[in-house]
């Protein structure tokens, strides 16, 4: 999927020309400035830190990658931004964290740097292009504090190959009982084959995003609409013993020592029949360097009581108010999320693999539908995700795998801890949902959400 060294020198030349193009609004000197960037270690951050040279070269700016696990990449930038000690210029955030720290004032609005470009860098950066459910998750009262690498809903894939010879067939909308009973069939099928993967490592941006979307599914909820925690409702309880059940029955052993990453290496190397997660994760199968690639099958995300479940996510850059260098990190930031930014990830690492979920013109744009079988599924999955109402029952928050509240961040880490001891089998299902319940009760008190 590579092109030909005349091509990528084109490409180049024509990138270095769309990057001197953005002048108005950044019009701060930017040769020799040295930008540091936090990011997250997957795939496509990966390649951003591959192609920045090109960036560098057009420019003159620098940028030296901080490039760290998950867990740890948002203890650190949160700290960062919270102490206002401007370690980073720009920071790779989420969907949860871009409206409330736009509310805090922890990032920079981009919104007067779009103010300042021309018409003609405005026709060229197309901000119209942009997947509005993606945009608007990350504003903050009108304004927008962050851009998407890419965006995600959650679906479920699953080998061909192994549901043909097991003489089974996935539904286009499978139920989590459908699910677990594949998962039992297929265990084994293969030798040293599981029957799915999920994600068990404690975080709330680990194990909390898959698990999240099945206590949806069965209709369990965090807090009620008065903000009273939930954690002692039936429909919660269910939805825990469910996720330990399919994992000790036919899932991967000692999951909670396995994230995003461990398991789609898993499922690359032929030793999983299932995987639920991202729907980014799609383009990671089948590269060419996935032994499952051209087997992979795609089903939405399962149902149970309640339907349409899939999370809604997007992983962006954001300008930490404290950079000194803010009109360089916005000339990265539009570099780095621009229809030539995916033309170029198209071209030179195969369409397969550019970013998803962050422009319409992607979603019809005929080499990447060639490429990518999942396509339509994701992008309805996205447009479709149920960001507003995320549960069977009324809630006052937002947020399909998270809740949309500031301290969310410290209590997800926490009831995460709580559901990982029970699948590991050192709490029992009551004491872990005990816990949680209190740990959800302080919470609700402290932040006077509970009156």
């Given at each position: 999927?590579?092109?030909?060294?005349?091509?990528?020198?084109?490409?180049?030349?024509?990138?270095?020309?769309?990057?001197?193009?953005?002048?108005?609004?950044?019009?701060?000197?930017?040769?020799?400035?040295?930008?540091?960037?936090?990011t997250v270690n997957?795939?496509?951050?990966?390649?951003?830190?591959?192609?920045?040279?090109?960036?560098?070269?057009?420019?003159?700016?620098?940028?030296?990658?901080?490039?760290?696990?998950?867990?740890?990449?948002?203890?650190?930038?949160?700290?960062?931004?919270?102490?206002?000690?401007?370690?980073?210029?720009?920071?790779?955030?989420?969907?949860?964290?871009?409206?409330?720290?736009g509310k805090n004032?922890?990032?920079?609005?981009?919104?007067?740097?779009?103010?300042?470009?021309?018409?003609?860098?405005?026709?060229?950066?197309?901000?119209?292009?942009?997947?509005?459910?993606?945009?608007?998750?990350?504003?903050?009262?009108?304004?927008?504090?962050?851009?998407?690498?890419?965006?995600?809903?959650?679906?479920?894939?699953?080998?061909?190959?192994?549901?043909?010879?097991?003489?089974?067939?996935?539904?286009?909308?499978?139920?989590?009982?459908?699910?677990?009973?594949?998962?039992?069939?297929?265990?084994?099928?293969?030798?040293?084959?599981?029957?799915?993967?999920?994600?068990?490592?404690?975080?709330?941006?680990?194990?909390?995003?898959?698990?999240?979307?099945?206590?949806?599914?069965?209709?369990?909820?965090?807090?009620?609409?008065?903000?009273?925690?939930?954690?002692?409702?039936?429909?919660?309880?269910?939805?825990?013993?469910?996720?330990?059940?399919?994992?000790?029955?036919?899932?991967?052993?000692?999951?909670?020592?396995?994230?995003?990453?461990?398991?789609?290496?898993?499922?690359?190397?032929?030793?999983?029949?299932?995987?639920?997660?991202?729907?980014?994760?799609?383009?990671?199968?089948?590269?060419?360097?996935?032994?499952?690639?051209?087997?992979?099958?795609?089903?939405?995300?399962?149902?149970?009581?309640?339907?349409n479940t899939g999370?809604?996510?997007?992983?962006?850059?954001?300008?930490?108010?404290?950079?000194?260098?803010?009109?360089?990190?916005?000339?990265?930031?539009?570099?780095?999320?621009?229809?030539?930014?995916?033309?170029?990830?198209?071209?030179?690492?195969?369409?397969?693999?550019?970013?998803?979920?962050?422009?319409?013109?992607?979603?019809?744009?005929?080499?990447?539908?060639?490429?990518?079988?999942?396509?339509?599924?994701?992008?309805?999955?996205?447009?479709?995700?149920?960001?507003?109402?995320?549960?069977?029952?009324?809630?006052?928050?937002?947020?399909?795998?998270?809740?949309?509240?500031?301290?969310?961040?410290?209590?997800?880490?926490?009831?995460?801890?709580?559901?990982?001891?029970?699948?590991?089998?050192?709490?029992?299902?009551?004491?872990?949902?005990?816990?949680?319940?209190?740990?959800?009760?302080?919470?609700?008190?402290?932040?006077?959400?509970?009156?």
């Amino acid at each position: 999927m590579r092109r030909h060294a005349g091509t990528l020198l084109a490409l180049s030349f024509v990138l270095a020309c769309r990057l001197a193009a953005f002048a108005g609004g950044t019009r701060e000197g930017a040769g020799g400035v040295q930008l540091t960037v936090a990011t997250v270690n997957n795939p496509d951050m990966l390649i951003m830190q591959q192609l920045s040279a090109e960036l560098t070269a057009a420019t003159g700016i620098r940028l030296n990658f901080v490039i760290l696990p998950e867990n740890q990449l948002r203890q650190k930038v949160t700290e960062d931004v919270g102490l206002g000690s401007g370690r980073y210029d720009v920071v790779t955030i989420g969907s949860y964290d871009a409206p409330i720290w736009g509310k805090n004032k922890w990032l920079v609005s981009l919104e007067p740097f779009f103010a300042g470009m021309t018409p003609a860098e405005r026709t060229v950066y197309a901000r119209d292009d942009l997947l509005p459910t993606i945009r608007s998750g990350l504003s903050y009262d009108g304004e927008q504090y962050a851009l998407a690498i890419y965006g995600e809903s959650s679906m479920m894939f699953y080998r061909k190959d192994l549901f043909s010879k097991a003489g089974l067939s996935m539904p286009l909308r499978p139920t989590w009982q459908q699910i677990y009973d594949f998962a039992v069939r297929l265990k084994g099928i293969e030798n040293g084959c599981y029957g799915i993967v999920l994600r068990g490592m404690p975080g709330w941006g680990e194990v909390l995003a898959p698990f999240n979307t099945v206590v949806n599914a069965f209709g369990g909820r965090w807090f009620d609409e008065k903000w009273n925690p939930a954690f002692r409702e039936p429909a919660m309880a269910e939805a825990w013993r469910f996720y330990k059940k399919i994992l000790m029955d036919a899932g991967e052993p000692n999951p909670t020592t396995d994230g995003n990453l461990e398991c789609l290496a898993m499922m690359q190397s032929g030793k999983a029949a299932m995987f639920y997660d991202a729907t980014v994760t799609a383009g990671w199968l089948e590269n060419p360097e996935s032994k499952v690639a051209g087997r992979i099958g795609y089903a939405f995300a399962p149902s149970a009581r309640k339907g349409n479940t899939g999370w809604l996510w997007a992983w962006a850059l954001g300008i930490e108010s404290s950079s000194k260098h803010r009109a360089a990190a916005f000339r990265l930031l539009t570099w780095a999320t621009d229809r030539k930014y995916i033309t170029t990830v198209g071209t030179r690492f195969g369409w397969d693999q550019v970013p998803p979920g962050t422009r319409v013109s992607t979603y019809n744009n005929p080499d990447y539908v060639a490429a990518a079988p999942f396509a339509g599924l994701a992008l309805n999955s996205i447009q479709s995700a149920d960001y507003e109402r995320p549960t069977l029952l009324p809630v006052p928050y937002k947020g399909v795998q998270y809740v949309s509240i500031p301290e969310f961040q410290s209590l997800g880490e926490t009831i995460s801890q709580q559901l990982a001891a029970y699948i590991s089998g050192q709490k029992s299902l009551d004491q872990a949902l005990d816990d949680s319940q209190e740990a959800a009760l302080k919470v609700a008190r402290e932040g006077g959400y509970l009156r």
